[in-house]
Structures are given as C-alpha cells and as structure tokens.
C-alpha cells in the first residue's frame, strides 16, 4: 500500500522557525538587521529607535493583543443573568430620576431627596402604569371659589360664542376656537392675546392656512410642541406651539370634525368626525394612519389617554365604543338610560351625606336643591329619556364618564356593557315660562307640567387623568366639580360647584405645582372654560352671556398662590 507522501515527509516548519529567529523578527522572512549579508543601513536621528520601539519583543506582542476596558465591559454585560439585568435596569432608571429633579443643596438635602421625591415618583410611576385612579385630591378642593380671587378672564378676543380651549401642559398658554373660525393664542398669566390665526375665506389663497368655518375642538399633545383644531370645514390643521407656524392640514373627513384627543406621551392624534369615523394620526410625521368604523350616527367626543385606546360617544345612536387599536377590536355600550319615578326614588334611598357635604357650604346647598328637585321630580311623576350621549371623558384606563341631553351623568366600567352608577338631572332642569306658569300647582311645580320639563344638557366634561376628580357643565349657570367613592362603592359625589354665566362648550383641566415646587405631593388644579351664548353644535337656544375664556386656579390650600 503506498504511503500518502504528506505523511512520509512530515509536516514542514515554516522558514522563520527553521531561522530559529524570534517571532518579533522583521516580516516576510526578511533578514534581521546587523545579520550576516544584510545590507547597510543609513542611520537617522530617530528612525532607527522608532522602528525598534514599534517591533518590540514577545512580551510586548502580547500586550499589544490584550483586550480593552470596553471589549471587558460588553463580554460582562452579554453574560450578565436576567436578575442582574433587571437590578442594572433599576438602577440606571433611580439615577435617571435623580438626575431629573436634582436641585441645589441649599435647598434640599440629598437625604430628604432620595427618601421624599424618588419614592413618591416610583410609586406615582407604578400607579400610573397600572391604568386605575388611585390619587385622592378632590377633598382638597371643597372650599368657596372667590370669583375675584381665583378666576381671571380671557376677553375682547372673539366675536362668535367660544366653542372649545385648551391649557398647555405647563399651563402657561391657553389655545381657544370660536365659530368665527379663529383660533386665539393667550398668555394665562396676562390674560393677553400673543397670537390670532383667523379664520379664511374659501376662495382665499391662503384657504388651507385656516378654518373657514367654525371651530369645533381644539387639543395640545402632551409634550407641549403641537397644537390640532378641527371644525365644520371637515379639515384638521396642525399647528407649532414653539413657532405659532401653521404645519400642514388633513382632508380625510368627510363630514365635521367634532373632537380630538392626543394619545399622553405620544403625538398620536385621535380625531371623530360626523361622518360616522374615527381617524388615527402621527403628527410627528405629519401623516394618516388608520381608519375605525362601528357607530350608526355622528360621532359628537372622543377621549382618550396612555393606552392605545379611545373612548367615543354616538350621539343619536345611543352607544359608548371602546376602541382597543392594537387588537383592532371594540367594546359596545349600550347608553340611553331613563329617569322616572322608580329610578328617582331609588337614587334619594342610596344617597347619603358625605363628609365634604358636611365640610362645604356650596356642596351641601347644592345637594339639598337637587334632592328637592327629585322629590318634586318623582311627585309628578315625570319620566326623561336620554336620546344622545354628547361628552365623554376618562377617568382611568378602565372607567370613563358620559353626559347626555337628559342630564344625567352616566358613570361606566369596561367590564359591564351597563352603567354602574347614575346621578339624574345633575344641572337642574330649565325653568318654567310665565304662560307655562299659570298651568302649575303651587305646591306642585310640576304636576300640570310635566311634559314640559327640560332638563339642562350636559355640555362639557373634563377628569383629572388617574385621580378622583372631574368636572361637568352644562348651560345652568354652574360648572360641578365631582369626587369619586373610595372602595367597592361605585359612584360620585359633588364636591363644589363654580358659578359661570352662559353655555360651557368647552372644558380644559390640568395639575399645576404651586410656586414650582417639584417636591410637592398636592398639586394645584387650572380650569379653563369655553363659554358662549350658544351651544356648539347648534343655535336652538340663546342665552345672556359674554364670549369668553374663563380661567379658574384652584389651590389646594385655598388660597391663590399664583
């Protein structure tokens, strides 16, 4: 058998081991220098240095190839374990947190910084993410609101009655349309106009620079940076905070746009239209995502807030939908609850004094009005009907709130297709007129009348997101503010009640620190309120009152900070 030849003569060694020359020897097998038949060299003032330093001997070789801090760093991290990823993780998130409310030592220790601040902000952080209401702020809001002392107003602005505001979220800036089809830009502070966008004509050239009729709804993203407004010329147009520059307009609707929303901590835009639509925008890219159909009538709010869910009421057809957009399903409930007499009389056997009502003079004069309105109510024997759900406004990821022309506020949880509370009548019913009058007992108000009874729509609705506070408002000459019941205990209760003269189209809350304490755990409440002489959406009834903005700052000690 032959020998394979690779065997037989063995494996070769390379030149430079036959050389016995040092592996840190010139390359290419070249001779070294100073070595028998090399050629002479010249000598330079540091050449030849230089060349010994860069060749060096094995030790410095491997040196050389030792690995750096970095390359240590990343092997550490890639075999780091889960448990240590996620304590890593934790870390980095407490450091960034203390990097974010850091403030000088004279005025804070780091002591009371990292005890104090931190803490409550991880816990408001692990709140917040569950999606539930867990802050209790309302009982801190049950005092008197001094007209003069709390509240400024935002005038001589717009000529038609104020159909929608909205606050900045660092509530320096108060965004406000009117059916003039303009939209005013105030300093709160000042309460001085910076910028007016009018409204344009259809054959302008400037047509697509403005609404050219009226304003229907107005939103600020959370960061502050953009500003949408929509309105009965089917258009969406977005504006710069920062530049007061129109950016670009949307033509997808078909019909009015009745509402928007953004999506807290991102620029996606949320808008509801009459045409029956829901659309998706991203206002970073200026573009149209998405399109949702589901309601049988004109889509009249729209609400929404972390999740990638919206809230939206049908008007007409009577239905609350849930919008899960990353499932692409939704939730339908069914709305259109009565008020008759056995409702009536079982909503007076539930209710009880509760402890703000006790504590605040507005709360319980109010409260003892409306249960005589009940009584008087149940009487006569007088039955409503809610035929359109108009607002909506969410409270938590899971609770929402709805208001109709029955004036009745609707309290909702996704886990029930039914309301799990009702407070009947809440703004009072519109009063009798003097033929209307002559028809009526004395001792019964409504006995002859009860066909006649109007009660006051409810027009505007605004929660403190992930608290137990919200508001309502209607065309009674007040704007309610509402407290939510601890525990298994479904339902609200009125809180205060603020007075405004004329129809609130509008309502705009946020929490504001006082004097810009970030280290503050109770937060003040700015309230901005769109009033006009007519309803937003129509002109069937008129009332006396001015076309303004009114800006409410309520503190929680009682008294204004600002």
Not at 14 to 43: E, F, N, Y
Not at 86 to 93: E, H, M, N, S, V
Not at 185 to 195: E, G, N
Not at 552 to 559: D, E, Q, T
Request: glycine content about 8%.
């Amino acid at each position: 058998m032959a020998r394979d030849r690779f065997l037989a003569q063995g494996v070769t060694t390379t030149k430079r081991q036959r050389s016995g020359k040092p592996v840190g020897g010139s390359a290419g097998g070249r001779k070294q220098a100073g070595g028998p038949g090399a050629r002479p060299k010249k000598h330079t003032d540091d050449a030849g240095d230089e060349s010994d330093d860069q060749i060096g001997d094995v030790d410095d070789l491997e040196h050389r190839h030792e690995p750096d801090e970095d390359e240590i760093s990343s092997e550490d991290e890639f075999l780091e374990t889960a448990a240590e990823k996620r304590l890593r993780l934790a870390k980095d998130y407490i450091g960034k947190i203390k990097e974010s409310t850091e403030l000088e030592a004279d005025e804070y220790d780091a002591e009371q910084i990292d005890r104090d601040l931190v803490a409550e902000r991880l816990m408001t952080d692990a709140r917040e993410r569950t999606g539930k209401w867990s802050r209790r702020i309302a009982d801190h809001f049950s005092y008197i609101v001094d007209e003069s002392e709390f509240m400024r107003v935002l005038k001589n602005g717009h000529r038609l009655p104020v159909t929608c505001v909205a606050l900045t979220p660092d509530c320096k800036f108060v965004y406000s349309g009117s059916k003039d089809g303009s939209l005013i830009k105030w300093q709160r502070d000042t309460c001085r106009p910076l910028k007016v966008f009018p409204g344009q004509k259809k054959k302008n050239a400037n047509y697509n620079r403005g609404h050219c009729d009226h304003i229907l709804c107005v939103a600020v993203s959370s960061d502050g940076r953009y500003v949408a407004t929509g309105g009965r010329d089917r258009r969406i147009h977005i504006w710069s905070v920062a530049d007061d520059q129109h950016l670009a307009v949307f033509h997808q609707h078909k019909d009015s746009v009745t509402g928007l929303v953004f999506r807290r901590g991102t620029n996606h835009l949320y808008s509801c239209s009459a045409d029956r639509m829901v659309k998706l925008w991203n206002i970073d890219e200026l573009g149209y995502m998405d399109t949702l159909f589901g309601h049988q009538d004109s889509i009249v709010s729209i609400d929404a807030l972390q999740r990638e869910r919206a809230v939206t009421t049908g008007g007409r057809d009577k239905t609350v939908r849930l919008w899960k957009i990353a499932d692409e399903a939704q939730l339908v409930f069914r709305a259109g609850s009565t008020t008759d007499q056995h409702r009536i009389t079982k909503s007076l056997t539930d209710e009880k004094d509760t402890e703000v009502e006790r504590r605040s003079k507005s709360a319980a004069e109010s409260s003892k009005q409306h249960k005589d309105l009940l009584r008087k109510l149940a009487a006569a024997d007088v039955e409503l009907s809610e035929t359109t759900v108009d607002v909506v406004a969410m409270v938590d990821e899971e609770t929402y709130i709805t208001g109709g022309d029955s004036g009745i506020l609707s309290l909702w949880s996704i886990h029930k297709k039914k309301p799990v509370f009702n407070y009947h009548v809440a703004h009072g019913v519109h009063p009798l007129s003097a033929s209307q009058k002559e028809d009526v007992d004395e001792e019964d108000d409504f006995s002859n009348a009860k066909n006649l009874v109007r009660p006051h729509w409810i027009t505007a609705l605004a929660a403190v997101p992930l608290t137990d506070l919200f508001f309502s408002a209607s065309s009674d000459g007040f704007i309610r503010m509402w407290r939510m019941r601890s525990g298994k205990s479904h339902g609200f209760d009125l809180v205060n009640s603020i007075p405004v003269q004329g129809f609130v189209n509008g309502l705009s809350v946020r929490e504001l620190a006082p004097n810009g304490d970030i280290l503050a755990t109770k937060k003040d409440v700015v309230l901005a309120a769109a009033i006009g002489q007519e309803h937003r959406l129509g002109r069937w009834e008129k009332v006396k009152a001015r076309n303004v903005i009114k800006i409410f700052h309520l503190p929680v000690s009682g008294k204004n900070n600002s």
